[in-house]
């Protein structure tokens, strides 16, 4: 069993930054794929990024368009999102997700899942 828990959420006004973490019990963490997911209400969980085990690889959606970075450290068994120049649509509820890969990660195939953390951006 995996517990994955996110914190950094909050309320940025538009073109701010925050920093997204995703800290990961049970199981060893260097093991697992790991990545962002986000959501609003009355839509599916869209794809937002993804890192392989060892943090060499990394998918990102193409809304990201080079303002958000996934990041790793698995000495702390934890997993980062730095968003920038955020925008009133980044808002959703975030989450954390682990899988066996990354390419497939991002498809939403995965074995755990956060409770969400809220990223309200406001114009």
């Known amino acids: 069993q995996v517990q994955l828990v996110e914190s950094g959420g909050g309320l940025v006004q538009a073109g701010g930054s925050l920093r997204l973490s995703c800290t990961a019990s049970?199981?060893?963490?260097?093991?697992?794929?790991m990545g962002w997911f986000r959501q609003v209400p009355g839509k599916e969980r869209e794809f937002v990024a993804a890192?392989?085990?060892?943090?060499?690889?990394?998918y990102y959606a193409g809304f990201v368009k080079g303002r958000f970075t996934i990041s790793r450290d698995n000495a702390k068994n934890t997993v980062y999102l730095q968003m920038t120049s955020l925008k009133p649509e980044d808002t959703a509820v975030y989450y954390c997700?682990?899988?066996?890969?990354?390419?497939?990660?991002?498809?939403?195939?995965?074995?755990?899942w956060g409770q969400g953390t809220q990223v309200t951006v406001s114009s």
């Open positions: 997700a682990a899988g066996a890969d990354a390419a497939v990660l991002r498809y939403g195939r995965a074995g755990y």
């Open positions: 049970g199981g060893t963490f260097s093991t697992y794929a």
């Open positions: 890192i392989a085990r060892s943090g060499r690889n990394t």
